[in-house]
Nanobody, 126 residues
Framework: EVRLVESGGGLAQSGGSLRLSCAAS????????MGWFRQGPGKEREWVAA???????TYADSVKGRFTISQDSTKDTLYLQMSDLKPEDTAIYSC????????????????????WGQGTQVTVSS
Protein backbone atom coordinates (compact mmCIF):
# COMPACT_ATOMS: atom_id res chain seq x y z
CA GLU A 1 0.00 0.00 0.00
CA VAL A 2 1.18 3.53 -0.82
CA ARG A 3 -0.10 6.70 0.82
CA LEU A 4 0.24 10.06 -0.89
CA VAL A 5 -0.49 13.42 0.73
CA GLU A 6 -0.21 16.67 -1.22
CA SER A 7 0.43 20.12 0.20
CA GLY A 8 1.49 23.56 -0.95
CA GLY A 9 -1.49 24.64 -2.99
CA GLY A 10 -3.02 28.07 -2.67
CA LEU A 11 -3.60 31.33 -4.44
CA ALA A 12 -1.04 32.90 -6.77
CA GLN A 13 -1.05 35.80 -9.18
CA SER A 14 -0.46 35.37 -12.88
CA GLY A 15 3.29 35.15 -13.43
CA GLY A 16 3.88 33.96 -9.89
CA SER A 17 5.22 30.71 -8.49
CA LEU A 18 4.13 27.91 -6.18
CA ARG A 19 5.75 24.67 -5.08
CA LEU A 20 3.63 21.62 -4.44
CA SER A 21 4.80 18.71 -2.31
CA CYS A 22 3.60 15.13 -2.13
CA ALA A 23 4.62 13.07 0.88
CA ALA A 24 4.82 9.41 -0.06
CA SER A 25 4.96 6.35 2.16
CA UNK A 26 4.71 2.65 1.57
CA UNK A 27 6.57 0.03 -0.44
CA UNK A 28 9.06 1.93 -2.55
CA UNK A 29 8.81 -0.41 -5.55
CA UNK A 30 5.15 0.57 -5.85
CA UNK A 31 6.46 4.08 -6.54
CA UNK A 32 8.74 3.42 -9.53
CA UNK A 33 6.93 6.10 -11.51
CA MET A 34 5.53 9.23 -9.87
CA GLY A 35 3.35 11.75 -11.61
CA TRP A 36 1.37 14.93 -11.20
CA PHE A 37 -2.09 15.36 -12.70
CA ARG A 38 -4.54 18.25 -12.55
CA GLN A 39 -8.25 18.80 -13.04
CA GLY A 40 -9.45 22.29 -13.82
CA PRO A 41 -13.03 23.48 -13.30
CA GLY A 42 -15.30 21.78 -15.80
CA LYS A 43 -12.41 19.86 -17.34
CA GLU A 44 -11.22 16.28 -17.35
CA ARG A 45 -8.14 15.32 -15.34
CA GLU A 46 -4.98 15.77 -17.36
CA TRP A 47 -1.39 14.65 -16.94
CA VAL A 48 1.17 17.31 -16.02
CA ALA A 49 4.53 15.60 -15.46
CA ALA A 50 6.20 12.35 -14.46
CA UNK A 51 9.50 11.25 -12.93
CA UNK A 52 10.93 7.78 -12.78
CA UNK A 53 13.12 5.96 -10.29
CA UNK A 54 16.37 7.25 -11.80
CA UNK A 55 15.15 10.81 -12.15
CA UNK A 56 14.18 10.98 -15.80
CA UNK A 57 11.38 13.50 -16.29
CA THR A 58 8.67 14.15 -18.87
CA TYR A 59 6.22 17.04 -19.16
CA ALA A 60 3.00 17.96 -20.87
CA ASP A 61 3.53 20.57 -23.57
CA SER A 62 1.31 23.01 -21.70
CA VAL A 63 3.74 23.21 -18.75
CA LYS A 64 7.10 22.48 -20.36
CA GLY A 65 9.63 25.15 -19.46
CA ARG A 66 7.48 26.47 -16.60
CA PHE A 67 7.06 23.49 -14.27
CA THR A 68 9.72 21.21 -12.79
CA ILE A 69 9.06 17.83 -11.22
CA SER A 70 11.60 16.43 -8.75
CA GLN A 71 12.07 14.11 -5.79
CA ASP A 72 14.19 14.29 -2.69
CA SER A 73 17.06 11.84 -2.26
CA THR A 74 14.96 9.41 -0.21
CA LYS A 75 12.21 9.47 -2.87
CA ASP A 76 9.71 10.02 -0.07
CA THR A 77 8.77 13.52 -1.22
CA LEU A 78 7.72 14.51 -4.71
CA TYR A 79 7.73 18.16 -5.75
CA LEU A 80 6.22 20.26 -8.48
CA GLN A 81 7.82 23.68 -8.83
CA MET A 82 5.45 25.87 -10.82
CA SER A 83 6.64 29.17 -12.29
CA ASP A 84 5.17 31.75 -14.64
CA LEU A 85 1.72 30.61 -13.57
CA LYS A 86 -1.25 31.35 -15.78
CA PRO A 87 -4.97 31.48 -14.95
CA GLU A 88 -5.44 28.31 -17.02
CA ASP A 89 -3.20 26.48 -14.51
CA THR A 90 -6.02 26.79 -11.97
CA ALA A 91 -6.91 23.24 -10.96
CA ILE A 92 -6.83 20.59 -8.29
CA TYR A 93 -3.38 19.01 -8.48
CA SER A 94 -2.93 15.38 -7.50
CA CYS A 95 0.14 13.20 -7.24
CA UNK A 96 0.08 9.58 -8.31
CA UNK A 97 2.33 6.53 -7.98
CA UNK A 98 2.71 3.38 -10.02
CA UNK A 99 4.86 0.27 -9.87
CA UNK A 100 5.60 0.13 -13.59
CA UNK A 101 8.54 2.23 -14.77
CA UNK A 102 7.72 5.52 -16.47
CA UNK A 103 9.76 4.35 -19.44
CA UNK A 104 6.94 1.95 -20.37
CA UNK A 105 5.83 4.91 -22.45
CA UNK A 106 2.38 5.48 -20.99
CA UNK A 107 3.24 7.57 -17.94
CA UNK A 108 0.81 10.21 -19.22
CA UNK A 109 -2.09 7.77 -18.84
CA UNK A 110 -4.06 7.64 -15.59
CA UNK A 111 -4.18 3.84 -15.82
CA UNK A 112 -0.39 3.77 -15.41
CA UNK A 113 -0.86 4.73 -11.76
CA UNK A 114 -2.33 2.72 -8.91
CA UNK A 115 -2.18 5.14 -6.00
CA TRP A 116 -3.51 8.69 -5.82
CA GLY A 117 -3.43 11.53 -3.34
CA GLN A 118 -6.46 13.58 -2.37
CA GLY A 119 -5.35 16.66 -4.29
CA THR A 120 -4.51 20.27 -3.47
CA GLN A 121 -6.17 23.35 -4.97
CA VAL A 122 -4.15 25.84 -6.99
CA THR A 123 -5.85 29.07 -8.03
CA VAL A 124 -4.14 31.58 -10.29
CA SER A 125 -5.65 35.05 -10.56
CA SER A 126 -5.16 37.27 -13.58
Amino acid sequence: EVRLVESGGGLAQSGGSLRLSCAASGYIYNRRCMGWFRQGPGKEREWVAAIDFVGLTTYADSVKGRFTISQDSTKDTLYLQMSDLKPEDTAIYSCAAGSRPCTNGDSYEQDHYTYWGQGTQVTVSS
